[in-house]
């Protein structure tokens, strides 16, 4: 079946940098695009980034365009978060998810989830 495994994340000081991992199995994973999104508490899950199926189109929100890169390795399975720069308001769970297709910001267009990682940033 499908799993999408997050890893990587844990507590940084604002400005500090962490790289997110999220292995994927189950299926044909480069037929499938990416996705970064993250949940702060007492707030809504909220798209992060996405990369397509061979990486050649990537894009990220406005609120972490230029601190953050996603990133994936086809052999590897695996997609990446690189996050630098960070910022209490960064703290949140962060998930991967996938869709078959291109690179979507929609939530309801992905069709597996991850369990998410937790970041935190001390101010």
């Known amino acids: 079946q499908v799993q999408l495994v997050e890893s990587g994340g844990g507590l940084v000081q604002a400005g500090g940098s962490l790289r997110l991992s999220c292995a994927a199995s189950?299926?044909?994973?480069?037929?499938?695009?990416m996705g970064w999104f993250r949940q702060a508490p007492g707030k809504e899950r909220e798209f992060v980034g996405t990369?397509?199926?061979?990486?050649?189109?990537?894009y990220c929100a406005d609120s972490v365009k230029g601190r953050f890169t996603i990133s994936r390795d086809n052999a590897k399975n695996t997609v990446y978060l690189e996050m630098n720069r960070l910022k209490f308001e960064d703290t949140a769970v962060y998930y991967c998810?996938?869709?078959?297709?291109?690179?979507?910001?929609?939530?309801?267009?992905?069709?597996?989830w991850g369990q998410g990682t937790q970041v935190t940033v001390s101010s």
């Open positions: 990369i397509s199926r061979g990486g050649g189109v990537r």
């Open positions: 998810a996938t869709r078959r297709g291109g690179t979507s910001s929609q939530q309801h267009e992905y069709n597996y």
């Open positions: 189950g299926f044909i994973f480069s037929d499938y695009a």
